[in-house]
């Protein structure tokens, strides 16, 4: 059985935001809320790198460990999502898990804000699939009809890959085996397939 994981490759990443953009629009997610978020690191230094956020769907999901009322529970394809049902809102998961990824749906006092939202891998929820319910709980049942979630399918650079874990770690595997490291990456030679000005060809003598 797939067990599907998401990764975001941070060479590619181009911070469009189009993978939040398609999350919200899919779903109908509230104002206020994104499920996906595409976070910069060192931004404004040279260097600086992108990464699209959003649950990752643990194996060990901290947020399944904190819940008091267990509301959260793990697919067959690894799915980790929660049941609105039974959520209090407490907002335990939140402050465990490291991506930020369980969230309130509106601001407002302790306790008046409502059941917890978060990344559904386009999975929908325990209702059944395709029903409305299901729809305006946890947005659109993606996998039910076949389809990888949608911020994935939007990506223009195929920076953010989703599927089966196996699949996906292979590509990003092969990803890095072909380009190289460092200056290598995106360098004269990646863009203009020759050497810079001044650097000698690989047939040159020293």
Not at 26 to 48: A, F, M, S, Y
Not at 67 to 73: G, W
Not at 86 to 106: E, K, L, M, R
Not at 191 to 202: E, I, R
Request: net charge neutral; with cysteine; glycine share 12%.
């Amino acid at each position: 059985m797939a067990r599907m994981k998401f990764v975001c490759d941070a060479e590619r990443c181009i911070e469009c935001n189009g993978c939040v953009t398609a999350c919200k629009n899919e779903h109908e997610v509230p104002w206020g809320v994104n499920r996906r978020r595409v976070v910069t690191l060192n931004d404004g230094v040279p260097g600086e790198k992108s990464i699209s956020v959003a649950c990752m769907h643990c194996s060990d999901a901290p947020c399944m460990a904190v819940c008091p009322v267990n509301c959260f529970y793990r697919t067959d394809e690894g799915v980790v999502l929660h049941d609105k049902d039974i959520c209090i809102g407490c907002g335990y998961c939140s402050y465990a898990c490291p991506f930020g990824a369980p969230q309130f749906p509106t601001n407002g006092a302790f306790g008046l804000r409502g059941k917890m939202d978060k990344c559904t891998f386009c999975a929908g929820g325990p209702e059944v699939n395709g029903s409305q319910a299901e729809f305006e709980k946890y947005g659109r049942n993606r996998l039910a009809e076949g389809k990888l979630p949608s911020c994935a399918e939007m990506c223009s650079t195929k920076a953010l890959l989703a599927g089966d874990g196996d699949v996906v770690a292979d590509i990003f595997r092969n990803r890095v085996v072909q380009r190289g490291k460092g200056a290598e990456v995106w360098g004269w030679g990646t863009a203009y397939g020759s050497k810079q000005a001044g650097q000698p060809s690989a047939g040159a003598k020293s």
